[in-house]
């Protein structure tokens, strides 16, 4: 059975869709590739990965979200292009890049709205992912009271759902959201 094999684009476009030098490209390639050989990263690798990152917790279902995060085709797999993109966005993308990369990661159905049952399954993963030991210990509810937070201060129509726009404002308005933001950088 032969291997399927995926060959990137050209350095020249990608340089051109991120804010990475062909150096970094080229660098960032490599180490793709030894971990991933076919040029495709596929979810139960990538959870694999992602795992060894947080050995203190279980980070399988942060690890799925991140992983549709990524996929950008929504095939079941990350190539390099969606790798080395989405990367860029987070490490050196604009706040307002950012925020839209986020509300991704957070709108699970990608319907272009995130619920609350949406935000309490990543936060849950969030605090799953960090392990039972932390310091100070979490309380069982409490990403059901960060999610109730955000709630109250995003879904200003009081519709029940958080639109890209009220995501964004909100975000931009508040220091401890935009500070937040910058704990989700080392998250990957």
């Known amino acids: 059975m032969a291997t399927v094999r995926h060959q990137p684009e050209g350095l020249e476009q990608l340089q051109a869709q991120t804010k990475f030098s062909r150096k970094e490209l080229q660098s960032l390639y490599r180490g793709f590739k030894s971990e991933c050989p076919s040029g495709l990263v596929d979810e139960e690798t990538f959870k694999s990965i992602y795992s060894q990152f947080f050995p203190q917790g279980d980070s399988s279902m942060y690890a799925h979200f991140l992983f549709n995060a990524f996929d950008m085709h929504r095939n079941g797999s990350i190539h390099f292009e969606d790798f080395v ?48 030991y932390t310091c100070p210990s979490v309380r069982e509810d409490a990403p059901f009271e960060h999610v109730e937070k955000f709630f109250q201060k995003m879904d200003r129509n009081r519709d029940g759902v958080v639109t890209i726009d009220e995501f964004i404002e909100t975000c931009q308005r508040d220091e401890n959201i935009m500070s937040s933001m910058q704990l989700f950088d080392n998250v990957i």
């Open 85 to 132: 993109i989405g990367l860029s966005v987070l490490l050196r993308g604009s706040v307002s890049e950012k925020l839209r990369w986020a509300f991704n990661l957070y709108d699970i159905n990608k319907d272009g709205y995130i619920t609350k049952e949406e935000m309490l399954a990543v936060m849950k993963s969030i605090y799953d992912m960090m392990g039972k």
